[in-house]
């Protein structure tokens, strides 16, 4: 039996949290959170994980950034008013459609919508496991507060590389071979 603290591709969902065009000008670190972002989508996809993407206030905040928005294709973003995702009830059903119960988190801002975002999934049953690497804030500081509230709380703080090889298991298989093409 593996651990629940490792993710398991075939009980993990990757959430993306408005990572959007006004807010993403002002955060700290923006080429390789966006870079990040991009590697997380491809790794949902090579294992078949479910991808959903939200934006908070997209009429003043702008749509998600299009780097990503041409990577997660005709997914449609999810609009959400809460900063929490769980405020919104198409985010709700959604995340329970795909009747899985570890999400792989990533976004914006990592002190506001994100740590809202995992402290309401842990509230309703969630695994967490928060890419840092992924993610960001306007302030280091901020971010880091953030970081720490979901670590408190129970959220498993990882990176993309370790996200990676947890999902993966092991080497030597067709994942590996196709990961290895853009994780490094």
């Known amino acids: 039996m593996r651990s629940p603290l490792i993710l398991d591709p075939k009980d993990s969902v ?29 790794l949902a996809r090579v294992f078949g994980m479910p991808i959903i993407v939200t934006e908070q206030y997209p009429k003043g905040l702008g749509e998600t950034i299009p ?3 041409k990577e997660i294709g005709l997914l449609e973003p999810i609009a959400k008013t809460e900063y929490s995702a ?38 309703n049953g969630y695994r967490v496991h928060a890419v840092s690497d992924a993610m960001g804030s306007s302030k280091q500081k901020s971010k880091d507060i953030g970081i720490g509230r979901m670590q408190q709380a129970g959220v498993v703080i990882t990176n993309l590389e370790s996200a990676a090889f947890d999902l993966m298991g092991k080497a030597k298989t067709k994942e590996f071979d196709e990961i290895n093409k853009f994780l490094f």
């Open 86 to 123: 769980f405020g919104q009830a198409p985010f709700v059903n959604a995340l329970s459609a795909t009747e899985r119960k570890t999400i792989m988190l990533i976004g914006i801002e990592a002190h506001i919508c994100v740590t809202q975002t995992a402290l309401d999934a842990l509230a």
């Open 14 to 42: 990757l959430v993306i949290i408005d990572i959007q065009e006004k807010l993403f000008r002002t955060i700290e670190g923006r080429p390789d959170i966006e870079k990040n972002a991009i590697k997380a989508i491809k």
């Open 67 to 69: 780097a990503l928005a």
